[in-house]
């Protein structure tokens, strides 16, 4: 029992790394595409 304790402590963090990992993608990419359409609706 105590060889599985840390094995489900260690679950419940990796995913919320990944998932915040993923988050902090998707806001950069949200903010390159920001970005790139105000370089375009500037351009014209």
């Given at each position: 029992?105590?060889?599985t304790r840390?094995?489900r402590k260690?679950?419940?963090?990796r995913l919320?790394?990944?998932?915040?990992?993923?988050?902090?993608?998707?806001?950069?990419?949200?903010?390159?595409?920001?970005?790139?359409?105000?370089?375009?609706?500037?351009?014209?």
């Open positions: 029992s105590y060889s840390p094995d260690s679950l419940p963090s919320y790394t990944s998932s915040a990992s993923t988050r902090r993608t998707r806001k950069l990419q949200n903010r390159n595409i920001r970005k790139t359409e105000n370089r375009i609706f500037q351009s014209l």
